[in-house]
């Protein structure tokens, strides 16, 4: 017999987007829950369709590598996808194969105004395990920049990949990229809500959990090894903690009431969660096992949704001045209130280097994605001209941000510069997507 339709968790569904309220309330079909042990392939795929135009990319060009056209995946076509997300890039046609052995005509890649060239080669071991080899040149100063050999088993292809395309990230860039780093989310359909875990590009995804009730809040501990998330399989809010690699799992929040809006302390040791035990809706920090909870916020509003800054103070969200803002709090208690524009503001994340932060405000009837300079200061800046936006997470070296939205009737991850100009779509074939966080680095 299917279930009936299940509210949303009663402590953030006033404070929460509309789209978020609807997908936490669809009726789910009759089934059970498939708790994985580790993870599991699953068939969703995405189409990453990149739009916009950045001031000042670095054109680059990434040759087809040697042979890998008789693997599973072009590695060369990955890269280009990565860098190209980025903004930082711009990708320049190289249709010929060129191995990392050969020392490219420089002259003609200047020609054609390229400043930066990547070769390679992908051939089968004799134990299985494929070698993959590539070279990057600055095509400006006319020599070679570096290079790297790594010896991959089938399934790793995609990962090296997003690992030479971190590689040339770092060496033109001076920064640390993020595309072989993981991403979680989750999907709906066919009357089922499923944890994923993938690439950072959405591609190459696993199942975590499998349910017929929604899955919400996912949020990734700091060495990248658990996720918590919030799931109503018991009919209630109840907050958990997954093991990655094993699948194994255990109850950190199941009080009376609600329990919701997991989030990890810099130090992995404890969590901040919004309880609704006492009567209220709070803010509480409970032990990674979900041991000696305790109360953080003291408000008769709602307060939710927090997340900690790398500096450990807790940011949150509260209608104690009448409408959902943001504050922040310090490690001595205390509430500043961090936005004024608007009479909607929430889903606030912070940026590793605790400079920005990113959040939703509803602009009329519109709900989009906002910048705000922590250090700086200055007015607020909208990055989207969608229209229901939610649930941004910052990438691990904090230039893009990833977010859900609904395009063209569908429910779809998105990711943007920080300036807003360069906006990659993640359309999946399989299902509505919602929910994602951006896993950290250690993959």
Known sequence: MPHQPLPAAPVTDRLLQPARRAWCRGAAAAGGLALLGGLAPARAQFKVEISGVGATQLPVAVAKFRDEDKTNQVLSAIVRADLER???????????????ATVPALPEWRARAVDALVTGSVSRLSDGRFDVRFKLWDVVKGSEIGG????VV???LRLAAHRIADYVYEKLTGEKGVFATRMAYVTRGGGRYTLRVADADGEAAQVALNSPEPIISPAW?????????????????VVYAQE???????VLANFRGSNSAPAWAPDGLQLAVTLSRDGGSQIFAIGRNGDNARRLTSSPAIDTEPVYGPDGRLYFVSDRGGSPQI???GAGGGAERLTFAGGYNVSPTISADGRYMAYVSQQGNAFRLHLMDLIAGGAPRPLTDTTDDESPSFAPNGKLLVYASRVQGRDVLM???????????????AADVREPAWGPYGR
């Open 221 to 237: 501990s700091p060495d990248g090894r658990e996720l918590a998330y919030v799931s109503f399989e018991s009919q209630k809010a």
């Open 86 to 100: 980025s903004g930082v890039f711009r990708g320049v046609d190289a249709p010929q194969v060129i191995d990392e």
């Open 244 to 250: 990655v690699l094993s699948g194994r799992r255990r």
């Open 327 to 329: 504050y922040r709090m």
């Open 148 to 151: 790297q050999a790594s010896a």
């Open 154 to 156: 089938a399934a790793d």
């Open 415 to 429: 990711t943007t510069t920080l300036d807003g100009k360069i906006k990659a779509r993640l359309l999946s074939s």
